[in-house]
């Protein structure tokens, strides 16, 4: 069963992000994409939808074993189709599997995002890159197998109203031969989403149930330092919502923030995952204008305050990152940001938010 969830966690890593410099060349690239576009691609995925799984048990052995599995995957738009959520649950002989995955659109490169993590961990594995052409999605990636550096290739195809195909395949030599390992057939049941279920029992004593007070839509207002580790006093105040859903059945939530200010209007998501083994979050962000994850904060809730630290890039040179909650009541909440370039002794905060809650 391990090796055959191995393959779901590629299977559900289908994208990746490419920055693109502002040379001529990339220019050109980037006119020619945007004639392309790329943001509704994956719109025929919307829904819910029945799937069997066939899994090649030991891919590149010479194997003819295949391991066979049914469930269920349920797709979302979120964060104003900058990204879509999706649910994953199956069964198979060796017993049940969940899994969550997050696709971000590109606007720059135009193409899609996929990370992916599974119940058991609380972590994102590495992303994928592709693009869709007539109808056709095709994604690689580079990976290893019994510790083999290999190439990884993932195809959408025979995509209709009601039903698609995906399958998986390696390559041990280049790209010269591919072995598939992998193919899903999915049907749709409808096209809505299932709602998720009610957090499961006892979750509040492990930590799952932290950032709950977090859930809702909030009035930001938020005061940022224009120029942080600069030797800058100025200031800038900017004002907008900050919306927080439930996902993953109380594993995860996902925080939307949309305000404005002197720099113009921004749009963030947060993608926040509990971690059932160390029994703290992980933190993921992201910005529509780029559309890549950054790395990932880790923390936890103590005596009602919360604590996330990361380390980071500001302009080339390695920094710590820390993100602290406070002031938390059932209707307000607050929240900072602080930068720290000596290894945590001093800090320096460039992100003050208030939140108070729309009921």
């Given at each position: 069963?391990?090796?055959?969830?191995?393959?779901?966690?590629?299977?559900?890593?289908?994208?990746?992000?490419?920055?693109?410099?502002?040379?001529?060349?990339?220019?050109?690239?980037?006119?020619?994409?945007?004639?392309?576009?790329?943001?509704?691609?994956?719109?025929?995925?919307?829904?819910?939808?029945?799937?069997?799984?066939?899994?090649?048990?030991?891919?590149?052995?010479?194997?003819?074993?295949?391991?066979?599995?049914?469930?269920?995957?349920?797709?979302?738009?979120?964060?104003?189709?900058?990204?879509?959520?999706?649910?994953?649950?199956?069964?198979?002989?060796?017993?049940?599997?969940?899994?969550?995955?997050?696709?971000?659109?590109?606007?720059?490169?135009?193409q899609w995002n996929q990370t992916f993590v599974s119940s058991d961990s609380g972590v994102l594995s590495p992303t994928m890159t592709g693009e869709f052409k007539d109808g056709?999605?095709?994604?690689?990636?580079?990976?290893?197998?019994?510790?083999?550096?290999?190439?990884?290739?993932?195809?959408?195809?025979?995509?209709?109203?009601?039903?698609?195909?995906?399958?998986?395949?390696?390559?041990?030599?280049?790209?010269?031969?591919?072995?598939?390992?992998?193919?899903?057939?999915?049907?749709?049941?409808?096209?809505?989403?299932?709602?998720?279920?009610?957090?499961?029992?006892?979750?509040?004593?492990?930590?799952?149930?932290?950032?709950?007070?977090?859930?809702?839509?909030?009035?930001?207002?938020?005061?940022?330092?224009?120029?942080?580790?600069?030797?800058?006093?100025?200031?800038?105040?900017?004002?907008?919502?900050?919306?927080?859903?439930?996902?993953?059945?109380?594993?995860?939530?996902?925080?939307?923030?949309?305000?404005?200010?002197?720099?113009?209007?921004?749009?963030?998501?947060?993608?926040?995952l509990f971690n059932p083994k160390s029994h703290q979050w992980t933190v993921y962000l992201a910005n529509s204008k780029e559309g890549t994850l950054s790395p990932p904060m880790?923390?936890?809730?103590?005596?009602?305050?919360?604590?996330?630290?990361?380390?980071?890039?500001?302009?080339?040179?390695?920094?710590?990152?820390?993100?602290?909650?406070?002031?938390?009541?059932?209707?307000?909440?607050?929240?900072?940001?602080?930068?720290?370039?000596?290894?945590?002794?001093?800090?320096?905060?460039?992100?003050?938010?208030?939140?108070?809650?729309?009921?």
């Amino acid at each position: 069963m391990m090796d055959a969830l191995r393959h779901i966690r590629i299977y559900l890593l289908a994208f990746g992000l490419i920055a693109l410099f502002q040379t001529p060349l990339a220019l050109a690239e980037q006119t020619s994409a945007a004639s392309r576009g790329g943001q509704h691609d994956f719109d025929f995925h919307f829904g819910s939808w029945k799937t069997h799984i066939k899994s090649l048990d030991d891919p590149l052995s010479g194997s003819t074993k295949w391991t066979e599995m049914n469930g269920m995957v349920v797709d979302r738009k979120v964060w104003d189709g900058h990204a879509n959520l999706e649910e994953l649950e199956i069964d198979g002989p060796d017993g049940h599997f969940e899994g969550l995955t997050l696709f971000l659109y590109n606007p720059v490169s135009h193409q899609w995002n996929q990370t992916f993590v599974s119940s058991d961990s609380g972590v994102l594995s590495p992303t994928m890159t592709g693009e869709f052409k007539d109808g056709r999605g095709v994604f690689y990636s580079q990976d290893t197998n019994n510790g083999r550096t290999i190439l990884v290739r993932g195809v959408w195809s025979d995509i209709t109203p009601n039903s698609y195909s995906y399958e998986i395949a390696y390559s041990a030599d280049g790209g010269k031969t591919w072995e598939p390992n992998f193919i899903a057939k999915l049907t749709r049941v409808s096209e809505g989403f299932v709602e998720a279920a009610p957090p499961r029992a006892g979750a509040g004593q492990d930590g799952q149930d932290a950032y709950d007070f977090n859930v809702g839509t909030w009035q930001t207002k938020i005061s940022r330092l224009m120029q942080p580790l600069s030797g800058s006093k100025t200031w800038g105040s900017y004002a907008g919502t900050h919306t927080v859903h439930t996902v993953w059945n109380g594993r995860a939530n996902i925080g939307e923030l949309e305000v404005d200010g002197p720099t113009g209007h921004i749009e963030d998501l947060a993608l926040r995952l509990f971690n059932p083994k160390s029994h703290q979050w992980t933190v993921y962000l992201a910005n529509s204008k780029e559309g890549t994850l950054s790395p990932p904060m880790y923390g936890e809730f103590k005596d009602g305050k919360g604590e996330f630290i990361q380390q980071d890039t500001f302009k080339g040179r390695s920094i710590l990152v820390k993100n602290t909650w406070s002031g938390i009541t059932a209707d307000a909440c607050h929240n900072e940001w602080s930068f720290s370039e000596d290894g945590g002794k001093t800090w320096e905060v460039n992100w003050i938010a208030d939140d108070t809650r729309i009921k």
